[in-house]
């Protein structure tokens, strides 16, 4: 059966956590319906009633790419219509949540769920990484650096321009 913590646990810390957990154990699952998310929170017990709260921050809240209203988290990320997934650095976001909070404190959390936040810096160093390389422009980073790696940038352009009329 599970514990309830001696502290309150924030709204929002409950909401990546469940997200968190719902990505761990299903590591081939893109995204989550609002309704996984909200369930999975319920089912971990981390309060000793379901808050309200917790529906609110899974649609609006703490998605990074809504508008603020006013909560303006950047824990979770609007894939489509009702389908969420933890925030990924590099994401776009909605610029008024810029420098918002992205995961849970370590000393915010109970113990047992810290071990998630190791697992979110290993997760999405990789999401983001895949991310790069399906965006077809993001992919072409880089790639002309060979035409002047020997020399400068300007000098190359000066070149390449000489006779153009």
Not at 50 to 72: D, K, L, M
Not at 113 to 138: F, I, M, N, T, V
Request: glycine share 6%; with cysteine; aromatic share 8%.
């Amino acid at each position: 059966m599970p514990t309830h913590t001696e502290n309150k646990i924030k709204v929002a810390d409950e909401v990546w956590i469940a997200a968190a957990l719902l990505h761990s154990e299903h590591p081939s699952a893109p995204d989550f319906s609002v309704e996984q998310i909200v369930a999975r929170a319920a089912e971990e017990s981390l309060m000793p009633t379901n808050r309200p709260g917790v529906y609110v921050h899974v649609v609006q809240h703490c998605v990074a790419n809504r508008p603020p209203n006013p909560g303006r988290y950047l824990m979770l990320f609007e894939t489509g219509s009702g389908r969420r997934r933890l925030f990924v650095p590099g994401d776009p976001f909605h610029p008024s949540r810029e420098g918002a909070k992205t995961t849970p404190k370590p000393e915010d959390i109970p113990p047992k769920y810290r071990d998630l936040l190791d697992w979110y810096r290993r997760w999405s160093e990789k999401e983001s990484g895949q991310a790069r390389h399906k965006d077809p422009l993001l992919a072409l980073a880089g790639s002309g650096a060979r035409l002047w790696s020997t020399e400068p940038a300007d000098e190359y352009v000066r070149r390449v321009r000489e006779g153009w009329e």
